[in-house]
């Protein structure tokens, strides 16, 4: 079992940065993808941001060229700077980790959420 603990959310001005940090209690070197997800109120949770085990990155379109993800293995942490950031950005943040099961599939792992909240 993975446990996820996420930090660095808090409240910002239209414009500012914030660095969100998910710390996971096992190495990440045997976990394949890992990333963050946002859920505002009344909203669906949505993808924001993914990494592989190698390093390959996805995001969704609302957020390409002003947030960044990361990731340390040697610190078992994943990271996103969020830059540039709007009121629409406000919203809980979680991150998840998918750990290897062998022949099944992944194991999904999730954090309790940070949350983020962008003033206009």
């Known amino acids: 079992q993975v446990q996820l603990v996420e930090s660095g959310g808090g409240l910002v001005q239209a414009g500012g940065s914030l660095r969100l940090s998910c710390a996971a209690s096992?190495?990440?070197?045997?976990?394949?993808?890992m990333g963050w997800y946002r859920q505002a109120p009344g909203k669906q949770r949505e993808s924001v941001a993914q990494?592989?085990?190698?390093?390959?990155?996805d995001y969704t379109d609302s957020v390409k060229g002003r947030f960044t993800i990361s990731r340390d293995n040697a610190r078992n942490t994943v990271y996103l700077q969020m830059n540039s950031l709007k009121p629409e950005d406000t919203a809980v943040y979680y991150c998840?980790?998918?750990?290897?099961?062998?022949?099944?599939?992944?194991?999904?792992?999730w954090g309790q959420g940070t949350q983020v909240t962008v003033s206009s």
């Open positions: 998840y980790a998918d750990q290897r099961n062998g022949v099944l599939p992944v194991l999904r792992y």
């Open positions: 096992t190495s990440i070197a045997s976990i394949n993808a």
């Open positions: 990494i592989s085990s190698g390093g390959s990155t």
